[in-house]
């Protein structure tokens, strides 16, 4: 019988081959850990003072302990754990450890080893002792583990050391020693320099590139000085194919040129298939033609190549890593056209975002009308949503509109609303696409050659093929080392600059691209001179331009090295004074809470970050960007989970409201459950109001789900809990309860109490919430008095407006439609239904869209009598609306009544009373008994004329 104990990462005891379950308290492992590594006899009370000290009775928990661990490890024949009154040890004969084995065969030294058994040192030695064994309350149990996982480190490295030399002239070979080696000690700077000279070796630039900033940001994080190996790393000489030139005269230094101003080198079969693309699109062949490449690869100079001779008209947009605008790209590309460009704007809140996609698109094919249209689009791997399903849009609405897009690759594969665009113009068809490589060593010579002409193979060697690269190396003077990598020269040519102009890159690098420059000096101690005198220096140095547009930086290099050069504590509160200064532009500025979001995430606020995304998702409802909603609300609760009681619970349910009003469940019950879980969380914490809005949202799911009676239910419980509230919370509650109850025929003169009492109330108020006036347009129809019902439904309208309750505009829409069809007002029921179809095409998803076609359907049955396509969009309804069916076939049956169609009155009142019936609507199922010349159901008509006689009751 073999017994193993492994401690290198999880402890683990193995009998026979078969894992033996431990026990699941700490202390009983670590006390048989403590045993066996020490390999002695210790005194129990030093083993109570070890790991009880604070227990009522240390020596009863011990000897509970040492019961336990006789179970796990002694054997009928021989007892392991040796206990005496005063003492206690382990006899770890035949007993097989796995770090006591390593140990052992290292004992003189990693030399004397094989390559083979030193791998499969180094693969033990990989796994933490003790793993998850840690008592942090226990001060000398833990500095006996901490000392004994630093004894198995310097073993490893000793193994890792090793076997790096021993591959020292195989790079490919060393290169895991040597990255295992270095991430040991993150702070040895010989470790990772010699893992950098490796990279470098493998010609992984980049890698090696990221290397030695991540090693110069851990030093100086912890206050420690590099010694200039790392950097020294990275001028490793590589291998030449050419032969080495002969020593030049020191040349003086040349003015450095800038990229537009460099002749256009190589490229040739690139610029030919553009240019192919242009002759042809958009009237033959693909009308999308995207360019992609690396960072520096000359994806906007070859564009700007292609396109300089052009005379079709042109419009240019960029999209920028930090604007979380919706449609930001667009705008920026319509910026000089200002009815196109107030569409994607604040001013275009009102429209619905179908009327926004067919506004543009109409607005592009006008200015494309006489001769074409070619709109230019760079850096599309950071447009949002709203941009790439406009893509489309002008791809399918606008023929006469070519579109060329470049992106970065790599990034463009993070963008999931631009790769499901470029997927779906792919399939259509419409998209070509030509992805840029390197330069040649050749081409790149020719390049370079006109600004450092006796550099160019240093050139050539170290740009890789990238010619922003080269470009930048080739500037670098002469009389000092050539940089290897482009971030080196970067942070060569940023360390001259004066303190301020530093600190305006490291403000701009941290606001991101389009700030404003009064934002910037309120950020910055700086006077207008100041800053007026920074900014020129900037320019000067060759680091900004003036046609930047609130962005300092020449290129995004710049910004990405000024980013990774400060410490991560600094970057955290630039962070959170940006986002204080953004709350105090929000009042003014309420377009800057995107920002806020961005700012107060990176700085760790949850609580600022959580409630910028609420209001900055209701923005977005506003403009119909209902996607970016829904992404808003996922942030959102990202951060409130960070928050305390009863914080979090309140921001759950503000941002569930969100996400309801950006897209429709698609498991209802199962998120009913979760907000009713969160509504009496909040309730048991005192947040009356939270809990009603939670009450509120589930009734909501379940209505949507068809299940009413559970919607009636929580509506009520809503009501309920809002009582001890006073103002809007309770007004609210008390008319969506009321709705309810009158959308179901139930308990109307309740509805009606509420009703009078919420009026009585919202009197008090400036503006009563829209729920009141919309419950009032559902009292007013059931007591037949239907003008007023029209006012109570419009003032509904206009109180929801702007994206503030999407759900309540939609309803109130809808009503005031069918409310037209009841009263014979045509042509009023045909603009009402045209609106409600578009409103319908939000992207929330769901029933409102089909509903709205049926709606509008319906309208149009009185002048055309189309009674097939009325058809057609009642069967794309969803069965579980039952309400909504039985209104529809119910009207739908009145007409064919009144044009005396008598066949198409019986299918659709048949149709009205199952529907009316499933979901026990009192009226529908008596009208459709009345059509059908059939006896209504068994006490229908009892109950029908009770509530009527009710509401009776209360009217004037």
Partial sequence: MTLELRLLGEMRVVRDGSVVALPRSKKTRAILAYLVLTGREHRRDRLCELLWDVADDPRAALRWVLSRLRKVVDDTDHQRVVASRSSVRFDASALRVDVMEVRAQLEEGPAALDAEALEAAAAQLGSELLEGLDLDDFDGFQSWLLAERESVVQLRRAVLTELQQRHAADPARREPYVRELAETDPLDEEARATLVQTLVALRRMKEAELQVQAGLRAMREVGRQPTGVLRAALRTPQPSTRAPAPSPAPAAPRAPTAPEQQDFVGRAADVEALQGWLDTAPATGPRVHLITGEAGIGKTRLMRQVLADSTRPLLRGEARESDARPWAVWADALAAHDALRSLLTDAGRAQSRQQILDGVCAGLSELARTDGLLVVLDDVQWCDAASAELLMAVVHDAPDVAVLLAARSGALEDNTAMLRTLRGLRRRGDLSQHALSVLTDAEITELVQ??????????????????????????????????????????????????DAQAVLRWASVLGAGFSLQRLQRLIDLTDDGLLMAFEELERRGVATTDSDGDPFRHGLFRTVVLADLSGPRRTLMHATAARVLCEEEATNPSVVDELVRHAAAAGDASTASEACVRAGWRCIGVHATAEAAALARRGRHHAGQLPEPATTERALE???????????????????????????????????????????????????????????????????????????????????ARTCLMMERDLGQAEAWLLHAQAQARSLESPPPALPLALGWLHRHRGFLDQAEVCFQRARTLAAGGEAPLIEFEALEQSTLLCVQLGLARRAATLGEELKRIGQKARGGSDAPYARAVHQLVLLHEDSDTDALDRALTSLEPTHGHRLAQLTGRAALWARSTGLGDETRRWAQICLDHATAVDSASWQLIASVLLEAEPPSGLLARATEEARRLAAHSP
């Fill in 655 to 737: 941002l569930w409201e969100l996400t309801l009003a950006a897209r429709r469940s698609e498991a209802p019950e199962q998120d009913a459950a979760t907000v009713v879980r969160l509504a009496q969380h909040a309730l048991d914490q005192g947040s009356a109001e939270h809990a009603r809005l939670g009450f509120h949202l589930a009734a909501h799911l379940h209505w949507e789900h068809g299940d009413f009676s559970e919607a009636h239910r929580k509506a009520m419980r809503a009501e309920f809990v809002s009582r001890d509230a006073e103002g809007a919370g309770q007004i609210e509650a008390q008319a969506q309860a």
């Fill in 450 to 499: 006109p600004i450092a002409p006796t550099r160019d193979e240093q050139v050539v060697r170290s740009a890789g093929g990238n010619p922003l690269f080269a470009l930048e190396l080739a500037r670098s003077p002469a009389d000092e080392p050539l940089p290897s990598t482009l971030s080196e020269l970067v942070r060569d040519r940023l360390s001259v600059l004066s303190g």
